[in-house]
């Protein structure tokens, strides 16, 4: 996840200092406080509305939590209160982004909100657990995706998913209008696998809007995933990664 509004400022020294201790990790927690209300003070130059402040999973580091143009914003602060940091916090062992992790859960989305008259169903339609997907006809791992959707709901049928045409692709313009006018899944499948659709019998602009509607959820790629707890989750997935992700959402939510 990449921050615009922030500047990205690099560690101190006195925050490797901290990590360097032998006690390892959260050594030095019980002898650094921040309160909310220093929090406040410190980042009142930068803007923003601090929400909660804690210690981060990296030692030496606080996480800060601004609100800032309807979103809330991880941010890290470290022990000496004079470095800022904005960005991602990768932690090597399973390369988990932690900070992504926690601005997705700080910023979940209302699905109720979102617009399914275009969506294609795959799974059956009572199916308990519904997982929205945005995916382009053209993106080779929207395909690849799509084939591990399918093993999900043979495997699940509890599970399905509903699925909204993101045509990033200029390539991908015409072939969603064909696949929304006939709202088609098999036109779909067929476009994941490189066959020609005829052209489209209908005029829409769906694609289009699905487009801002991502621009307004933050969803900057295809395929993306909007989970039963309202959190996005990018990128191909296996299917036991894939099932795994719905389970745990479903009972987050």
Not at 186 to 197: R, V
């Amino acid at each position: 996840m990449t921050f615009f509004i922030f500047p990205l400022i690099l560690i101190s020294a006195t925050a490797f200092a901290f990590m360097a201790e032998g006690g390892g990790a959260g050594s030095c927690i019980d002898c650094h406080v921040l309160s909310k209300e220093d929090a406040i003070e410190i980042f009142k130059q930068i803007g923003g509305e601090v929400q909660a402040v804690e210690h981060s999973e990296v030692p030496g580091l606080w996480r800060v939590e601004v609100n800032a143009k309807g979103k809330t914003i991880p941010l890290y602060l470290d022990y000496s209160k004079s470095f800022m940091i904005a960005g991602d916090v990768i932690r090597l062992e399973d390369r988990k982004n932690l900070t992504d992790q926690r601005f997705q859960e700080l910023n979940s989305v209302d699905t109720k909100t979102i617009p399914l008259n275009d969506a294609l169903l795959l799974g059956k339609e009572n199916a308990k657990n519904k997982v929205l997907v945005f995916t382009d006809p053209h993106c080779p791992y929207c395909s690849k995706l799509h084939i591990e959707m399918q093993a999900a709901v043979e495997k699940r049928p509890d599970i399905a998913f509903l699925i909204k045409l993101l045509p990033y692709k200029n390539s991908s313009k015409i072939p969603t209008r064909t696949i929304l006018c006939n709202k088609s899944l098999a036109m779909l499948e067929d476009a994941f696998t490189g066959k020609q659709l005829p052209p489209p019998i209908c005029d829409t602009d769906q694609g289009e809007q699905n487009i801002l509607l991502a621009r307004e959820l933050g969803i900057r790629s295809t395929p993306t995933l909007l989970l039963p707890n309202g959190q996005i989750e990018p990128g191909y997935k296996k299917l036991d990664d894939l099932i795994k992700l719905i389970d745990q959402a479903t009972l987050e939510k």
